[in-house]
Protein backbone atom coordinates (compact mmCIF):
# COMPACT_ATOMS: atom_id res chain seq x y z
CA UNK A 1 0.00 0.00 0.00
CA UNK A 2 1.21 3.49 -0.94
CA UNK A 3 -0.26 6.67 0.05
CA UNK A 4 1.34 10.08 -1.44
CA UNK A 5 -0.23 13.28 0.19
CA UNK A 6 -0.38 16.88 -1.24
CA UNK A 7 -1.71 20.05 -1.29
CA UNK A 8 -0.45 21.22 2.53
CA UNK A 9 1.00 25.03 2.61
CA UNK A 10 0.82 28.56 4.26
CA UNK A 11 -3.29 29.61 4.69
CA UNK A 12 -4.72 32.77 6.96
CA UNK A 13 -7.20 32.40 9.29
CA UNK A 14 -10.55 31.82 6.84
CA UNK A 15 -9.18 30.50 4.15
CA UNK A 16 -9.27 27.13 2.50
CA UNK A 17 -6.75 24.49 1.49
CA UNK A 18 -7.55 20.84 0.12
CA UNK A 19 -5.08 18.24 0.66
CA UNK A 20 -5.11 15.30 -1.98
CA UNK A 21 -3.76 11.52 -1.32
CA UNK A 22 -2.80 9.14 -4.64
CA UNK A 23 -3.80 5.61 -2.66
CA UNK A 24 -2.60 2.37 -4.29
CA UNK A 25 -1.75 -1.14 -3.60
CA UNK A 26 -5.43 -2.70 -2.39
CA UNK A 27 -6.58 -5.37 -3.75
CA UNK A 28 -9.73 -5.80 -1.82
CA UNK A 29 -11.99 -2.79 -1.08
CA UNK A 30 -12.71 -3.21 2.49
CA UNK A 31 -10.04 -1.03 3.16
CA UNK A 32 -10.70 2.61 4.92
CA UNK A 33 -8.58 5.78 4.42
CA UNK A 34 -8.31 8.70 6.62
CA UNK A 35 -6.19 11.58 7.65
CA UNK A 36 -4.65 12.36 10.92
CA UNK A 37 -2.44 15.74 11.81
CA UNK A 38 0.28 16.20 13.82
CA UNK A 39 0.07 19.55 15.81
CA UNK A 40 3.62 21.10 17.35
CA UNK A 41 3.99 19.41 20.27
CA UNK A 42 0.89 17.43 20.69
CA UNK A 43 -0.01 13.80 19.38
CA UNK A 44 -0.99 12.53 16.54
CA UNK A 45 -4.81 12.95 16.33
CA UNK A 46 -7.67 11.48 13.75
CA UNK A 47 -8.98 14.52 11.79
CA UNK A 48 -11.33 12.37 9.26
CA UNK A 49 -11.80 9.25 8.13
CA UNK A 50 -13.73 7.41 5.44
CA UNK A 51 -14.74 3.64 4.67
CA UNK A 52 -14.41 2.39 1.02
CA UNK A 53 -16.09 -0.37 1.71
CA UNK A 54 -19.27 0.92 3.73
CA UNK A 55 -18.76 4.58 1.88
CA UNK A 56 -19.31 6.11 5.86
CA UNK A 57 -17.10 9.32 7.12
CA UNK A 58 -16.06 10.12 10.30
CA UNK A 59 -15.16 13.83 11.16
CA UNK A 60 -13.55 14.86 14.55
CA UNK A 61 -15.43 17.54 16.73
CA UNK A 62 -12.58 20.10 15.96
CA UNK A 63 -12.94 19.96 12.16
CA UNK A 64 -16.60 18.69 12.04
CA UNK A 65 -18.62 21.29 9.19
CA UNK A 66 -15.44 22.60 8.12
CA UNK A 67 -13.94 19.96 6.65
CA UNK A 68 -14.82 17.61 4.04
CA UNK A 69 -13.52 14.14 2.13
CA UNK A 70 -14.48 13.13 -0.95
CA UNK A 71 -12.67 10.83 -3.67
CA UNK A 72 -12.50 9.74 -7.08
CA UNK A 73 -12.66 5.95 -7.39
CA UNK A 74 -11.49 5.97 -10.47
CA UNK A 75 -8.37 7.93 -10.02
CA UNK A 76 -7.23 6.31 -6.03
CA UNK A 77 -7.92 9.84 -4.88
CA UNK A 78 -8.98 11.07 -1.46
CA UNK A 79 -9.53 14.89 -0.81
CA UNK A 80 -9.69 16.58 2.27
CA UNK A 81 -11.27 20.03 1.43
CA UNK A 82 -10.72 22.14 4.69
CA UNK A 83 -12.59 25.78 5.10
CA UNK A 84 -12.26 28.12 7.62
CA UNK A 85 -9.10 27.38 8.88
CA UNK A 86 -7.81 28.28 11.49
CA UNK A 87 -4.79 28.11 13.71
CA UNK A 88 -4.91 25.46 15.15
CA UNK A 89 -5.46 23.40 12.43
CA UNK A 90 -1.83 24.42 11.82
CA UNK A 91 0.41 20.97 11.69
CA UNK A 92 1.46 18.00 9.61
CA UNK A 93 -1.39 15.87 8.13
CA UNK A 94 -0.78 12.09 7.14
CA UNK A 95 -2.74 10.36 4.71
CA UNK A 96 -3.41 6.94 6.63
CA UNK A 97 -5.23 3.73 5.68
CA UNK A 98 -6.77 0.73 7.61
CA UNK A 99 -7.05 -2.59 6.00
CA UNK A 100 -9.07 -4.13 6.52
CA UNK A 101 -10.92 -1.24 8.03
CA UNK A 102 -13.28 -1.57 10.83
CA UNK A 103 -16.58 -1.80 10.32
CA UNK A 104 -17.55 1.76 12.13
CA UNK A 105 -15.67 4.20 10.65
CA UNK A 106 -14.78 6.06 13.68
CA UNK A 107 -13.09 3.43 15.03
CA UNK A 108 -10.62 4.37 12.47
CA UNK A 109 -9.76 8.26 13.63
CA UNK A 110 -10.44 7.46 17.12
CA UNK A 111 -7.50 5.12 17.65
CA UNK A 112 -4.00 5.02 19.10
CA UNK A 113 -2.60 6.44 16.06
CA UNK A 114 0.17 2.92 16.71
CA UNK A 115 -2.83 0.77 15.90
CA UNK A 116 -2.67 2.53 11.89
CA UNK A 117 -1.63 0.22 9.68
CA UNK A 118 -0.24 2.44 6.68
CA UNK A 119 0.85 5.85 6.42
CA UNK A 120 1.97 8.10 4.16
CA UNK A 121 4.30 11.21 4.14
CA UNK A 122 3.04 14.24 5.93
CA UNK A 123 2.05 17.82 4.23
CA UNK A 124 2.56 20.63 6.57
CA UNK A 125 -0.28 22.93 6.72
CA UNK A 126 0.56 26.34 8.46
CA UNK A 127 -2.79 28.32 9.46
CA UNK A 128 -0.85 32.16 10.49
CA UNK A 129 -2.07 35.58 9.81
Known amino acids: VQLQASGGGLAQPGDSLRLSCAAS????????LGWFRQAPGKEREGVACLSHEFNTTYYADSVKGRFTLSRDNAKNMLYLQMNNLKPEDTGVYFC???????????????????????WGQGTLVTVSS
Open 25 to 32: GFTEDDYS
Open 96 to 118: TSDWPGPRTIATMCTQNPGQVDY
